[in-house]
């Protein structure tokens, strides 16, 4: 049976409502909390904002953040090339924008080389591999354990203001 989140922004009411078959663990059921509490504090944030322009030109962002985000997730990285491209095209930054900020980055960082190919210019590393960078432990650790402070903070409102976030 299909179960509801409700969140609603304090600020100015609105109300967004996420309706599916969640996951039964708590950790995942706080994520979902978090995660509508925070799409609806962004939806919010934006409808507030009384420039016509500059809004229409928010939505665009966060929808390209969102779309790049759920590809990252799929692993779809051809898609998340395209999503790049296109967001750094509408900032005014082309192919050849690119390609400098690429040969300073070499100069100042590294000794891989630019090659143009069939697709475009590429960045030739060698044959290094790509590392993400580490994070130890111990801030992952404080990271969960202020989300988990944030979820019990918003099920401690949720008790307190009844059904304005929460399982319904």
């Known amino acids: ?3 509801q989140y409700v969140a609603t922004d304090k600020r100015t009411g609105l109300e967004v409502s996420v309706t599916g078959d969640f996951p039964p663990h708590h950790d995942d059921r706080i994520r979902i909390a978090r995660t509508s509490t925070l799409f609806t504090r962004l939806m919010s944030t934006i409808l507030g904002n009384p420039s016509e322009a500059e809004r229409r030109d928010q939505f665009i962002a966060i929808e390209t953040q969102l779309e790049l985000a759920e590809a990252l997730i799929r692993g779809d990285m051809q898609e998340v090339q395209t999503l790049l491209q296109s967001t750094l095209e509408r900032m005014g930054l082309g192919p050849e924008e690119l390609d400098e ?3 300073r980055i070499l100069q100042e960082f590294g000794d891989g080389q630019i090659e143009k190919g069939v697709d475009g210019p590429s960045l030739d590393l060698g044959n290094a ?4 960078p580490q994070v130890s432990e111990d801030i992952l650790g404080d990271v969960n354990d202020e989300a988990k402070d944030e979820a019990k903070d918003e099920a ?7 059904d304005d976030e929460g399982d319904k």
């Open 1 to 3: 049976m299909p179960e």
């Open 101 to 103: 900020a690429a040969r």
């Open 129 to 132: 591999p790509l590392e993400m």
């Open 156 to 162: 401690k409102d949720e008790g307190d203001e009844g």
